[in-house]
Protein backbone atom coordinates (compact mmCIF):
# COMPACT_ATOMS: atom_id res chain seq x y z
CA UNK A 1 0.00 0.00 0.00
CA UNK A 2 2.54 1.92 0.81
CA UNK A 3 5.13 1.45 -1.99
CA UNK A 4 1.48 1.78 -4.23
CA UNK A 5 0.97 5.84 -2.66
CA UNK A 6 4.80 6.54 -3.23
CA UNK A 7 5.13 5.70 -6.94
CA UNK A 8 1.45 7.46 -7.60
CA UNK A 9 2.36 10.08 -6.01
CA UNK A 10 6.13 9.93 -7.88
CA UNK A 11 4.50 9.49 -10.91
CA UNK A 12 1.91 12.56 -10.01
CA UNK A 13 5.10 14.99 -10.03
CA UNK A 14 6.43 13.43 -12.92
CA UNK A 15 3.42 14.26 -14.77
CA UNK A 16 3.06 17.71 -13.30
CA UNK A 17 6.77 18.63 -14.32
CA UNK A 18 6.47 17.54 -17.68
CA UNK A 19 3.03 19.45 -18.71
CA UNK A 20 3.52 22.82 -20.64
CA UNK A 21 0.81 25.13 -20.55
CA UNK A 22 0.80 27.50 -24.18
CA UNK A 23 3.33 30.10 -24.82
CA UNK A 24 1.34 32.43 -22.67
CA UNK A 25 1.12 30.48 -19.42
CA UNK A 26 4.40 29.45 -19.71
CA UNK A 27 5.58 33.38 -20.41
CA UNK A 28 3.85 34.42 -16.96
CA UNK A 29 4.97 31.50 -14.95
CA UNK A 30 8.61 31.84 -15.91
CA UNK A 31 8.41 35.22 -14.14
CA UNK A 32 10.46 37.32 -16.29
CA UNK A 33 8.52 38.26 -19.12
CA UNK A 34 5.93 40.87 -17.39
CA UNK A 35 7.18 43.73 -20.01
CA UNK A 36 7.04 41.22 -23.22
CA UNK A 37 3.05 40.05 -21.50
CA UNK A 38 2.06 43.43 -20.88
CA UNK A 39 2.66 44.36 -25.12
CA UNK A 40 1.53 41.29 -26.21
CA UNK A 41 -1.70 42.24 -24.63
CA UNK A 42 -1.61 46.08 -25.37
CA UNK A 43 -1.02 45.05 -29.00
CA UNK A 44 -3.98 42.44 -29.04
CA UNK A 45 -1.78 39.59 -29.68
CA UNK A 46 -1.68 37.27 -26.65
CA UNK A 47 -4.54 35.05 -28.11
CA UNK A 48 -2.08 34.59 -31.24
CA UNK A 49 0.25 32.54 -28.66
CA UNK A 50 -2.34 30.42 -27.14
CA UNK A 51 -3.56 28.94 -30.21
CA UNK A 52 -2.43 25.37 -31.29
CA UNK A 53 0.62 26.57 -33.32
CA UNK A 54 3.00 25.38 -33.02
CA UNK A 55 5.20 28.35 -32.88
CA UNK A 56 8.67 29.59 -32.10
CA UNK A 57 9.07 32.70 -29.87
CA UNK A 58 12.25 34.51 -29.37
CA UNK A 59 11.28 36.03 -26.23
CA UNK A 60 12.83 39.47 -24.84
CA UNK A 61 13.45 39.30 -21.43
CA UNK A 62 12.35 42.05 -19.13
CA UNK A 63 16.27 43.03 -18.75
CA UNK A 64 16.42 43.20 -22.71
CA UNK A 65 13.12 45.77 -22.79
CA UNK A 66 14.76 47.72 -20.33
CA UNK A 67 17.73 48.52 -22.46
CA UNK A 68 15.31 50.11 -24.85
CA UNK A 69 16.03 53.82 -25.38
CA UNK A 70 13.85 55.73 -22.49
CA UNK A 71 10.33 56.47 -23.71
CA UNK A 72 10.67 54.00 -26.62
CA UNK A 73 8.14 51.14 -24.61
CA UNK A 74 5.96 53.61 -22.84
CA UNK A 75 5.54 54.99 -26.66
CA UNK A 76 4.48 51.61 -27.89
CA UNK A 77 2.52 51.29 -25.29
CA UNK A 78 0.18 53.68 -26.41
CA UNK A 79 -3.14 52.84 -27.74
CA UNK A 80 -2.24 54.48 -31.32
CA UNK A 81 0.71 52.84 -31.55
CA UNK A 82 -0.79 48.94 -31.19
CA UNK A 83 -0.38 48.12 -34.77
CA UNK A 84 3.61 49.30 -34.51
CA UNK A 85 3.92 47.28 -31.06
CA UNK A 86 2.16 44.38 -32.94
CA UNK A 87 4.34 44.42 -36.03
CA UNK A 88 7.28 44.35 -33.27
CA UNK A 89 5.93 41.27 -31.45
CA UNK A 90 4.59 39.48 -34.65
CA UNK A 91 8.86 39.80 -35.56
CA UNK A 92 9.97 37.50 -32.60
CA UNK A 93 7.26 34.63 -33.30
CA UNK A 94 8.10 31.69 -36.23
CA UNK A 95 5.32 29.79 -37.33
CA UNK A 96 6.76 25.62 -36.56
CA UNK A 97 8.67 24.58 -33.16
CA UNK A 98 12.22 24.72 -33.94
CA UNK A 99 14.40 23.27 -30.73
CA UNK A 100 17.73 24.63 -30.48
CA UNK A 101 19.19 21.45 -31.70
CA UNK A 102 18.00 22.04 -35.17
CA UNK A 103 18.95 25.77 -35.33
CA UNK A 104 21.01 26.55 -38.25
CA UNK A 105 22.54 29.45 -39.64
CA UNK A 106 19.71 30.82 -42.01
CA UNK A 107 16.88 33.59 -42.36
CA UNK A 108 13.75 32.79 -41.15
CA UNK A 109 10.51 34.39 -41.96
CA UNK A 110 8.36 35.53 -39.05
CA UNK A 111 4.85 35.80 -38.10
CA UNK A 112 4.80 39.74 -39.77
CA UNK A 113 6.08 37.88 -42.64
CA UNK A 114 9.80 39.63 -42.38
CA UNK A 115 12.59 37.68 -42.20
CA UNK A 116 15.57 37.11 -39.28
CA UNK A 117 18.95 36.90 -39.53
CA UNK A 118 19.75 33.44 -37.38
CA UNK A 119 23.45 32.66 -37.17
CA UNK A 120 25.45 29.67 -35.18
CA UNK A 121 28.74 30.47 -34.39
CA UNK A 122 30.57 28.04 -32.15
CA UNK A 123 27.87 26.97 -30.57
CA UNK A 124 26.06 30.40 -29.66
CA UNK A 125 22.90 31.92 -31.69
CA UNK A 126 22.42 35.20 -32.60
CA UNK A 127 19.26 36.22 -34.00
CA UNK A 128 19.88 39.46 -35.98
CA UNK A 129 22.11 41.16 -33.10
CA UNK A 130 20.41 39.45 -29.84
CA UNK A 131 21.78 36.86 -28.26
CA UNK A 132 19.79 33.82 -27.27
CA UNK A 133 20.65 33.21 -23.74
CA UNK A 134 18.19 30.44 -22.72
CA UNK A 135 16.70 27.75 -24.98
CA UNK A 136 13.87 25.05 -25.12
CA UNK A 137 11.38 26.19 -22.61
CA UNK A 138 8.89 23.98 -23.89
CA UNK A 139 5.13 24.97 -24.53
CA UNK A 140 1.82 22.99 -25.25
CA UNK A 141 2.20 24.78 -28.64
CA UNK A 142 5.69 25.22 -28.90
CA UNK A 143 9.30 26.24 -27.51
CA UNK A 144 10.41 29.75 -26.06
CA UNK A 145 14.13 30.65 -26.49
CA UNK A 146 15.13 34.14 -24.04
CA UNK A 147 16.83 36.65 -25.93
CA UNK A 148 18.03 39.43 -24.57
CA UNK A 149 17.44 42.37 -26.69
CA UNK A 150 14.05 43.60 -28.15
CA UNK A 151 14.23 42.61 -32.43
CA UNK A 152 12.89 45.50 -34.22
CA UNK A 153 12.08 44.72 -37.74
CA UNK A 154 13.77 46.91 -40.33
CA UNK A 155 11.35 49.63 -42.46
CA UNK A 156 9.28 48.10 -45.17
Given amino acids: MIKRFILTSVLGLVASATFAGDIIDTAKSAGTFKTLIAALDAAGKTKMLQEDGPFTVFAPSDEAFAKLPA ?43 QELDIKVTDGNVTVNDAKVVKTDVAASNGVIHVIDAVLLPPAK
Fill in 71 to 113: GTLDDLLKPENKKKLGNILAYHVLKGKVMAAEVKTMMAKTANG
